[in-house]
C-alpha cells in the first residue's frame, strides 16, 4: 500500500512558481523528519529541504530563498513551495520520510519541468 504520495508537478515557465505536495500515512508522517529530493536526468539524486516534526526547515543552497517546505500535521501533509523557478530546477521530485534504522521511505515522484 502507497504511504507517500506526491501531487502538484507539472510544466511551468522560467520565473513561475509551483507548489508540491506529498500526503503521507499517519505511521510514516508522525515523529518523523520529511523530506524533499529531486533527481534529474543523468544526475544524483539531491536533498532539496527537510522540516522537522516541530517544523525546522533545512534548504539546499540552491533553493534557499525560493522554496519554503512546510508541513501541516493535522493533515499529514509537507508541501514545497517553489517560486523563481529556473530550468535547472526541472527534476523529478520525491517525498520522503526519515524513518527508523536509517532507513528513508519514499514516494513514487512527482515531475516538475520549467521551460526557459
Same mark, same amino acid.
Given at each position: 500500500?502507497?504511504?507517500?504520495?506526491?501531487?502538484?508537478?507539472?510544466?511551468? @515557465? $522560467?520565473? +513561475?512558481?509551483? %507548489?508540491?505536495?506529498? #500526503?503521507?500515512?499517519?505511521? =510514516?508522517?508522525?515523529? !518523523?523528519?520529511?523530506?524533499?529530493?529531486? @533527481? $534529474?536526468? +543523468?544526475?544524483? %539524486?539531491?536533498?532539496? #529541504?527537510?522540516?522537522?516534526? =516541530?517544523?525546522?526547515? !533545512?534548504?539546499?543552497?540552491?533553493?534557499?530563498?525560493?522554496?519554503?517546505?512546510? %508541513?501541516?500535521?493535522?493533515?499529514?501533509?509537507?508541501?514545497?513551495?517553489?517560486?523563481?523557478?529556473?530550468?535547472?530546477?526541472?527534476?523529478?521530485?520525491?517525498?520522503?520520510?526519515?524513518?527508523?534504522?536509517?532507513?528513508?521511505?519514499?514516494?513514487?515522484?512527482?515531475?516538475?519541468?520549467?521551460?526557459?
Amino acid at each position: 500500500q502507497v504511504q507517500l504520495v506526491e501531487s502538484g508537478g507539472g510544466l511551468v @515557465q $522560467a520565473g +513561475g512558481s509551483l %507548489r508540491l505536495s506529498c #500526503a503521507a500515512s499517519g505511521r =510514516i508522517y508522525r515523529d !518523523n523528519v520529511m523530506v524533499w529530493y529531486r @533527481q $534529474a536526468p +543523468g544526475k544524483q %539524486r539531491e536533498l532539496v #529541504a527537510t522540516v522537522t516534526p =516541530i517544523g525546522y526547515t !533545512n534548504y539546499a543552497d540552491s533553493v534557499r530563498g525560493r522554496f519554503a517546505i512546510s %508541513r501541516d500535521n493535522t493533515k499529514n501533509t509537507v508541501d514545497l513551495r517553489m517560486s523563481s523557478l529556473k530550468p535547472e530546477d526541472t527534476s523529478v521530485y520525491y517525498c520522503a520520510a526519515h524513518v527508523t534504522n536509517n532507513r528513508r521511505v519514499w514516494g513514487q515522484g512527482t515531475q516538475v519541468t520549467v521551460s526557459s
